[in-house]
């Protein structure tokens, strides 16, 4: 069974930074598009970033210079690098991973992990 475990959320002050991480496991097919969505209070789940099997990258406007994705395809696992923080960016990230063949792809999420962005 395919597991998504995220890690690295908390409570951050305002200016700084913190680095989520979010390892696939349970699978042998292709871990494709690996992305970063959240949910804030009270808001629907909104993409935030998103990283091709090939590196390339897209970020949501209001993360744009301030959020950063990576991944090590060799792990099966994707990062999301978050400086500059503020109280907007408080919200439960989840990680989304597209697992499957070229035909056909499966969209998986982890359990979410929350970051608080507080003095």
């Known amino acids: 069974q395919v597991q998504l475990v995220e890690s690295g959320g908390g409570l951050v002050p305002p200016g700084g930074s913190v680095r989520l991480s979010c390892a696939v496991s349970?699978?042998?097919?292709?871990?494709?598009?690996m992305g970063w969505y959240r949910q804030g209070p009270g808001r629907q789940r909104e993409f935030a970033a998103a990283?091709?099997?090939?590196?390339?990258?897209n970020y949501h406007d209001s993360v744009k210079g301030r959020f950063s994705i990576s991944r090590d395809n060799a792990k099966n696992t994707v990062y999301l690098q978050m400086n500059n923080l503020n109280p907007e960016d408080t919200a439960v990230y989840y990680c989304?991973?597209?697992?499957?063949?070229?035909?056909?792809?499966?969209?998986?999420w982890g359990q979410g992990t929350q970051v608080t962005v507080s003095s």
């Open positions: 989304n991973a597209q697992i499957g063949t070229q035909m056909k792809r499966d969209d998986n």
């Open positions: 349970g699978s042998s097919l292709t871990v494709y598009t």
């Open positions: 990283i091709s099997r090939g590196g390339a990258t």
